[in-house]
């Protein structure tokens, strides 16, 4: 059972001041129970004249864990692997991120940073060679990265396009806290698979009749470190 109760405002006391906030609370119920309680505040300060617009924003998340588990033959050939399935608890995550958006000639610029720090991240792992894979969850995990958008102005009233750059580290940390173990010491800083080192992006939206629209996007380079990592 999950079950998620949550309240959002947005308030612009100033012209060229916007504040937002919200709180949600969530409850799960399964092979344990969890409750976790996420804040979230956020502000935009519009630069008069040059509207430059400079934005920053506090979160914490939970993600519920998956419902998983392992018995049976599945689970003697587990253990004949020298691992073990150990319950799952539920991703907790603390996000700040700031960053400002230009406006020149009708194109938006945007360039921000943001900055993960996550408890009991969930990741996956192979049982032995086999090609069956399950989740886990790793001690504390640190998602950083820096992102430069840049969106069109509407072309011929139809549409616009836009170009992305991301450069992120994503490295984790600890134990494995949750799911499949083999029960090794904690481990230093190491990257994970969710490592994104540098990604292109771009994609258009096209408004068509009675409200309807078609949208695309391209990646490149998505999960791939540099070099050697």
Do not use: C, M
Not at 70 to 82: K, R, V
């Amino acid at each position: 059972n999950l079950a998620a109760f949550f309240v959002e405002d947005q308030y612009k006391p100033l012209s060229w001041l916007t504040l937002f906030g919200g709180l949600r609370f969530t409850r799960f119920h399964g092979s344990l129970t969890e409750n976790a309680t996420s804040p979230r505040a956020g502000v935009a300060i519009r630069i008069p004249r040059v509207n430059v617009v400079v934005h920053g924003f506090y979160g914490r998340f939970y993600q519920a864990p998956p419902l998983s588990t392992l018995s049976g033959p599945l689970l003697q050939f587990a253990l004949a692997q020298g691992v073990d399935f150990i319950p799952l608890h539920g991703e907790r995550d603390e996000e700040y991120q700031f960053g400002v958006t230009l406006p020149i000639k009708g194109w938006d610029i945007d360039a921000g940073y943001f900055h993960t720090a996550a408890k009991n991240f969930f990741d996956h792992d192979a049982l032995g060679n086999s090609n069956i894979f399950f989740p886990l969850t790793i001690e504390r995990a640190r998602i950083r990265a820096f992102e430069l958008t840049a969106r069109s102005p509407q072309l011929f009233k139809r549409g616009q396009f836009y170009l992305a750059y991301s450069h992120q580290h994503a490295e984790g940390q600890g134990l494995v806290t949750g799911g499949l173990t083999n029960f090794s010491p904690p481990a230093d800083l190491f990257f994970l698979d969710h490592d994104q080192r540098d990604t292109l992006s771009t994609g258009f939206t096209i408004n068509l009749p009675s409200r309807s629209y078609v949208s695309g996007n391209v990646r490149y380079g998505s999960g791939f470190l540099e070099g050697d990592g």
